[in-house]
């Protein structure tokens, strides 16, 4: 989507500049993925539109690949609009009726899954009916290469009127899950990372992400826990996607529980300190370092708004 924030200080009811950007969940992983290195492909519509346009050429900037996006001649790109400040950034979404939201079962005839993972979201499920037929038939075709990844990314203003049980439905149905313990707790009823396998028996891996306090991951009988790493943040909203992306990546790459762990949250530090939904890479060398430090030395790291590290 067509991402706003203030281009000045003050109330926001109050300015009158905004900054044009870009920003949508799918397209946050894919962009994050391919700072990491990795192939990587976004399908999706937008409209026939100078907002589609600059969503298109601003993810394949990235290094995405977008042959797959849809122009939509009838309806609009997405957009919002989002209020940042360090503490949680409301977001004003515009998507009713939008291209993203005309997406059906018929595009997955366009889909090569001849990949490795196949990442989507509960907002696309809840954008209309249409789209929730997409997913489902997503989930429902054969993983002969590829793991599904489902991020909850719980937005309760585009469930205000539909069935949220299908979430869960999802969720169970995936190989891999990623939630914020808030998110679960509004929607399955528990933030606790065991109640959470509880409901989802089915994944082989299941994250559980505790905001600035960490993340859990659960696989067979084993849990593990991760703490975060000391950030100075900017704002917060695309971080769960940086996240997802880190560790999605260091998952292919057969990493262990903690370097995985550590990996989504070097990657979500990334977002934390931009207003943009995506941000710079960190070094190299500051990601290696970290990478293998030691319990101690991790704990003791801060990434502060410039970049250093104290």
Same mark, same amino acid.
């Given at each position: 989507?067509?991402?706003?924030?203030? +281009?000045?200080? +003050?109330?926001?009811?109050?300015?009158?500049?905004?900054?044009?950007?870009?920003?949508?969940?799918?397209?946050?992983?894919?962009?994050?993925? #391919?700072?990491?290195?990795? %192939?990587?492909?976004?399908?999706?519509?937008? !409209?026939?539109?100078?907002? +589609?346009?600059?969503?298109?050429? #601003?993810?394949?900037?990235? !290094?995405?690949?977008?042959?797959?996006?849809?122009?939509?001649?009838?309806?609009?790109? !997405?957009?919002?609009?989002?209020?940042?400040?360090? !503490?949680?950034?409301?977001?004003?979404?515009?998507?009713?009726?939008?291209?993203?939201?005309?997406? +059906? &079962?018929?595009?997955?005839?366009?889909?090569?899954?001849?990949?490795?993972?196949?990442?989507?979201?509960?907002?696309?499920?809840?954008?209309?009916?249409?789209?929730?037929?997409?997913?489902?038939?997503? =989930?429902?075709?054969?993983?002969?290469? =590829?793991?599904?990844?489902?991020?909850?990314?719980?937005?309760?203003?585009?469930?205000?009127?539909?069935?949220?049980?299908?979430?869960?439905?999802?969720?169970?149905?995936?190989?891999?899950?990623?939630?914020?313990?808030?998110?679960?707790?509004?929607?399955?009823?528990?933030?606790?990372?065991?109640?959470?396998?509880?409901?989802?028996p089915a994944p082989a891996t299941i994250v559980v992400k505790h905001?600035?306090?960490?993340?859990?991951?659960?696989?067979?009988?084993?849990?593990?826990?991760? &703490?975060?790493?000391?950030?100075?943040?900017?704002?917060?909203?695309?971080?769960?996607?940086? =996240?997802?992306?880190? =560790?999605?990546? #260091?998952?292919?790459? %057969?990493?262990? &529980?903690?370097?995985?762990? %550590?990996?989504?949250?070097?990657?979500?530090?990334?977002?934390? %300190?931009?207003?943009?939904?995506?941000?710079?890479?960190?070094?190299?060398?500051?990601?290696?370092?970290?990478?293998?430090?030691? #319990?101690?030395?991790?704990?003791?790291?801060?990434?502060?708004?410039?970049?250093?590290?104290?």
């Amino acid at each position: 989507m067509a991402l706003f924030v203030p +281009g000045e200080p +003050g109330p926001v009811d109050q300015v009158r500049t905004w900054i044009r950007t870009v920003g949508g969940a799918e397209s946050n992983v894919a962009c994050n993925l #391919a700072m990491l290195g990795l %192939r990587a492909k976004w399908v999706s519509a937008v !409209g026939a539109d100078a907002f +589609g346009k600059a969503v298109v050429a #601003a993810v394949g900037l990235h !290094g995405v690949d977008v042959s797959g996006v849809v122009i939509d001649p009838v309806r609009p790109t !997405g957009l919002y609009v989002k209020e940042s400040n360090a !503490g949680g950034s409301p977001v004003r979404y515009y998507r009713r009726g939008s291209a993203a939201s005309g997406m +059906g &079962p018929s595009l997955l005839e366009k889909l090569d899954l001849n990949v490795r993972v196949v990442h989507l979201t509960g907002i696309t499920a809840a954008l209309s009916d249409s789209c929730l037929e997409l997913m489902r038939a997503l =989930f429902a075709a054969p993983r002969n290469t =590829f793991r599904l990844s489902f991020d909850l990314n719980w937005r309760p203003k585009l469930w205000a009127d539909r069935d949220t049980s299908v979430l869960r439905e999802l969720a169970n149905a995936a190989d891999i899950v990623l939630a914020g313990d808030d998110e679960a707790l509004e929607v399955w009823g528990t933030s606790d990372p065991a109640e959470i396998r509880r409901i989802l028996p089915a994944p082989a891996t299941i994250v559980v992400k505790h905001g600035p306090r960490g993340a859990t991951l659960l696989e067979g009988d084993t849990s593990v826990f991760q &703490p975060a790493l000391r950030v100075d943040v900017v704002e917060p909203v695309g971080a769960g996607d940086a =996240f997802a992306a880190g =560790f999605l990546a #260091a998952t292919l790459d %057969r990493e262990s &529980p903690v370097r995985r762990l %550590r990996s989504g949250h070097l990657q979500a530090a990334t977002t934390l %300190r931009t207003h943009d939904d995506v941000g710079t890479p960190l070094p190299p060398e500051l990601v290696t370092s970290l990478l293998e430090a030691d #319990a101690d030395e991790w704990a003791a790291a801060h990434l502060t708004e410039q970049g250093v590290l104290a």
